[in-house]
């Protein structure tokens, strides 16, 4: 076969003989689909940057709730001594009067 008869039996074969098999823009291909696929790209990218940011805040108040709860056992064991000495106080009284009472 010649190159005429090939190009008239295969019309397509002509402009991808010449051409290599990879990624290639296309007058066909709207400016609106391509307008989408950037603004799509830069969603991603945002969503991301928002995410990241989301996870730096919980960061910083894990921190803060972590000394926060450091402060809050602290004042808990100061309460609870507190009321371990009212409660040695009470039972002493109540030993003083049940002795006062049984003489």
Same mark, same amino acid.
């Given at each position: 076969?010649?190159?005429?008869?090939?190009?008239?039996?295969?019309?397509?074969?002509?402009?991808?003989?010449?051409?290599?098999?990879?990624?290639?823009?296309?007058?066909? @291909?709207?400016?609106?689909?391509?307008?989408?696929?950037?603004?799509?790209?830069?969603? @991603?990218?945002?969503?991301?940057?928002?995410?990241?940011?989301? %996870?730096?805040?919980?960061?910083?108040?894990? @921190? %803060?709730?972590?000394?926060?709860? @450091?402060?809050?056992?602290?004042?808990?064991?100061?309460?609870?001594?507190? %009321?371990?000495?009212?409660?040695?106080?009470?039972?002493?009284?109540?030993?003083?009067?049940?002795?006062?009472?049984?003489?």
């Amino acid at each position: 076969m010649t190159d005429q008869q090939d190009q008239r039996q295969s019309p397509g074969r002509r402009a991808t003989d010449g051409i290599a098999h990879g990624w290639h823009l296309d007058k066909k @291909v709207p400016l609106s689909l391509i307008f989408a696929m950037l603004m799509q790209g830069a969603m @991603v990218i945002w969503a991301i940057a928002d995410i990241k940011k989301d %996870v730096e805040i919980l960061k910083a108040n894990q @921190v %803060v709730l972590s000394q926060q709860d @450091v402060r809050q056992v602290s004042d808990l064991r100061d309460s609870m001594l507190s %009321v371990r000495e009212q409660f040695t106080a009470i039972n002493a009284k109540l030993d003083r009067l049940i002795e006062r009472n049984m003489k």
